[in-house]
């Protein structure tokens, strides 16, 4: 019996050294290690995750990128550059001979895994929902529409080989995402490929100066978020408390949430308010008691918080605790169901947010509620009205008419035919439309389109970019409610 | 900018606050290790266990909603029992083959743990039910909430407990005449096997109370909590010299008070690595730890 169990043990050993070495990999800090450990477990779920062929590429890439680099993007997205330019040989070469070949597919990046697992979950049942809609119309050039989802993990590393995996291995003939956590790690990867890209969630100022040519989005940048949270905080008019006059900022040290802080803080000054601090607050942390003491000797009457969930759950918190009585003002990230439940409703009372707002013409002609039961009855939620939902609508119809307009010109549905196309179908003075259905058969009339969409008249700018309008929110008893709109022009 | 006297004491209030839970997980893992000889990475766990198992219990998830006490409790003595079945179906059959294959077992016993967890509960984070208080000011000088002034208070209590343990009972002497010399005390007619069980309940369930501490001051939180935490406990028992509950005590203390002041009056960026360089500096200067002797 000894040497059985001895055996027994050899092999636990072996077992708990493998299991361990594989941890190691995974092992970052904070919000870092819980991502990467569960994307292998969404890896099962979410259909062909992360097992291609660049797959032993991510592996030594996510190990350099935790254990080095901790979860600092730049850094991250640094050594994802290098990686980016010992695959750009391979890559080029494929990029524009996707086309002609197989069934038009349209690739999802986004994080399906960890904190920011909401937005993936947001946005592909809407993809998956008009894509559904384009095959019923006949598909492109006759041929059904497929969608390929990869997992970001909110992670540079984790994104730019799952964007390796779309562009090279699943030859997609358009992108639906990044965030704006991942945005810059990819960017050059879709210009070399010449990959048609629609993000409906990167706000990141980033994009401000570039994209345009195959890089679109269907979201307000943060320049303008940013510029409406000023206007909003200074304005009783839009927050119907308060012309606030100091102002505090708390920061997270990522991109996605410094891409905030420039703008608020000049648009904030511009308005003749003045800023007390503009702090940066690591994410991932413990506890945010020193910061928010920090934030509070510098006596703002609102903050304005631009972290995570679970970060901006402690930091309103120990503001609580600490006899803060100022008010908060928060961002997309934090103006959703999730923050709010986390939350005691008395630190939350009263607290502002930013979101984007209903198009004028697209809720009057009903177009919006229709897209919300739309959406409901088929992906089953509870409320239509999800983040990113009505961008990823317009990012959606965008891309598939653009994809519509190439066949219909009998063209080959290439990349680059396509990233060309996009500006056209969404440009006025053409006819107008609201859906692909519609866009689909004005096409087939052929006749030019401009397309009009949910959260906005969606018409790109020299980069790609697009205005909407802004809606202020305002929470009470757990619930966010409008407190009043910001259309673009009054910024 | 002059000096702020009640920032400082607030400071030092935040200090021994964060300390009394670093105290609780220190003497947990300086216990075991005095007994047992090597350095228990899977204690982390202990403390990620405690604090989801009370969440879970006091959350209704088995069926039964406790109230937050009595899920604590609950929770500290189920993770006791748990860690003697860790130890004995991980540790105690390659006790004999030293320090080495044991303390990289139980790095490997604590991935399984966490993944465990991660892969039953989910990465989402928790937050216990607790009460969210302002704080109350004491002689006009330092405030707190009545929460961190109760963990402050358990924790005291914890270490007075195991002081009653460590001098006063038989299992006490036991443990310290194991710590001194094993072999000896062999031969002397003490039971190891025995005593590493109930030292392994002990150690595991003080673990246990540290991560309900921390999770009762320091929410939400994930099932890397307990991993994470662990190398500042590292930092007070090393600090306090390792295998030395006292030391650990003190340690713990000094390394709440180095984070607290660290984020005051450095960088708040930098919170856990103000216990790190602590850690770097002792294992330079004073490997031994600050308080020499046995126990």
Redesign the interface.
């Known amino acids: 019996m000894p040497s059985d169990r001895r055996k027994f043990l050899k092999r636990a050993g072996s077992v708990a050294a493998v299991v361990g070495l594989a941890g190691c990999i995974g092992g970052g800090d904070g919000s870092g290690s819980a991502t990467t450990d569960s994307g292998s477990a969404g890896g099962n779920t979410t259909t062909q995750n992360g097992d291609g062929g660049s797959d032993s590429a991510t592996t030594d890439d996510s190990s350099m990128g935790s254990n080095t680099t901790g979860q600092d993007g730049d850094n991250g997205s640094d050594s994802a550059t290098t990686d980016d330019g010992s695959m750009g040989g391979n890559t080029t070469g494929q990029g524009d001979g996707s086309g002609g070949s197989g069934t038009p597919t349209i690739g999802v990046l986004l994080p399906f895994s960890g904190d920011y697992a909401w937005v993936g979950a947001n946005v592909l049942p809407v993809t998956e929902m008009l894509v559904e809609e384009i095959n019923n119309q006949g598909g492109i050039g006759g041929q059904q529409v497929s969608v390929v989802q990869a997992d970001t993990e909110a992670s540079p590393d984790a994104s730019l080989s799952a964007a390796q995996r779309l562009v090279n291995v699943e030859n997609v003939d358009g992108i639906i995402g990044p965030t704006s956590i991942t945005i810059s790690s990819v960017f050059d990867l879709f210009i070399e490929n010449t990959v048609p890209v629609v993000t409906p969630t990167a706000g990141t100022t980033s994009l401000d100066t570039r994209g345009g040519e195959y890089v679109f989005r269907t979201v307000s940048s943060d320049a303008l978020g940013g510029r409406a949270i000023a206007k909003a905080t200074r304005d009783q008019q839009y927050n119907t408390i308060q012309d606030y006059s100091r102002m505090a900022l708390m920061v997270g040290n990522k991109e996605v949430f410094q891409s905030f802080k420039e703008p608020v803080r000049s648009s904030f000054e511009e308005f003749g308010g003045t800023v007390t601090t503009a702090m940066d607050i690591r994410t991932g942390k413990a506890s945010y008691q020193s910061e928010v003491q920090a934030m509070m000797d510098s006596d703002p009457e609102i903050t304005v918080l631009i972290a995570s969930v679970e970060d901006s759950v402690k930091i309103t918190e120990a503001g609580f605790q600490a006899g803060f009585e100022g008010n908060w003002f928060a961002t997309q990230d934090q103006t959703n169901q999730d923050f709010l439940s986390q939350s005691e409703n008395q630190v939350t009372n009263g607290m502002l947010g930013l979101n984007a707002a209903a198009y004028q013409p697209a809720q009057e002609a009903g177009r919006l509620e229709s897209f919300y039961q739309r959406i409901t009855e088929y992906a089953g939620w509870d409320e239509g009205s999800k983040t990113f939902a009505t961008n990823t609508y317009d990012a959606v119809n965008v891309l598939g008419l653009a994809m519509k307009q190439v066949a219909a010109n009998g063209n080959d549905i290439t990349r680059s035919n396509i990233a060309a196309a996009i500006p056209t179908v969404a440009q006025p003075p053409e006819t107008t439309v609201t859906s692909y259905t519609d866009g689909a058969a004005t096409i087939d009339e052929g006749v030019d389109i401009d397309y009009a969409g949910l959260v906005g008249p969606i018409n790109f700018d020299e980069n790609g970019d697009i205005v909407a309008p802004f809606a202020i929110k305002k929470a009470q008893d757990g619930t966010w409610t409008e407190a009043a709109s910001l259309p673009p022009e009054a910024l | 900018m002059a000096f702020d006297q009640l920032?400082f004491l607030?400071t030092v209030v935040?200090g021994l606050i964060e300390g009394s839970v670093i105290a609780v997980g220190a003497v947990g893992l300086t216990l075991s290790y005095s007994v047992t000889r090597f350095i228990n990475f899977a204690y982390g766990e202990f403390l990620t266990y405690g604090a989801y198992l009370t969440v879970f219990l006091a959350g209704g998830l088995f069926g039964i909603s406790l109230p937050l006490p009595a899920a604590a409790v609950a929770a500290i003595l189920i993770v006791g029992a748990f860690g003697v079945g860790v130890s004995r179906?991980?540790f105690e059959?390659?006790s004999e083959r030293g320090a080495l294959?044991l303390l990289?077992?139980s790095?490997?016993?604590?991935?399984?743990l966490?993944?465990g967890l991660?892969?039953w509960v989910?990465?989402q984070?928790r937050?216990l039910p607790v009460p969210?208080?302002?704080?109350t000011e004491y002689f006009g000088l330092v405030?707190l909430?009545d929460l961190e002034l109760s963990v402050v208070v358990v924790s005291i209590a914890t270490m007075l407990a195991v002081h009653f343990v460590l001098q006063r009972t038989m299992l006490g002497k036991r443990m310290r005449a194991i710590s001194g010399n094993r072999s000896l005390a062999e031969v002397a007619g003490i039971d190891t096997t025995r005593i590493v069980r109930q030292t392994w309940f002990i150690s595991a369930a003080a673990g246990a109370l540290s991560g309900v501490l921390?999770a009762v001051?320091?929410?939400?939180?994930?099932?890397?909590v307990g991993?994470?935490?662990l190398i500042v406990i590292f930092a007070a028992t090393l600090l306090g010299g390792i295998g030395r509950p006292y030391g650990a005590m003190l340690g713990a203390v000094l390394i709440g008070l180095a984070m607290?002041f660290g984020?005051?009056y450095l960088s708040?960026?930098?919170?856990r690595a103000y216990a790190f360089l602590i850690l770097v500096a002792v294992l330079l200067v004073r490997p031994e730890g600050i308080r020499g002797g046995e126990f």
């Open positions: 920032q607030q935040f179906v991980f059959p390659i294959p990289i077992t790095i490997g016993v604590s991935f399984i966490r993944n991660q892969a989910g990465v984070a937050q969210l208080m302002r704080r405030e909430t921390y001051l320091f929410s939400p939180f994930r099932p890397a991993f994470e935490y607290n984020s005051t708040a960026n930098y919170t």
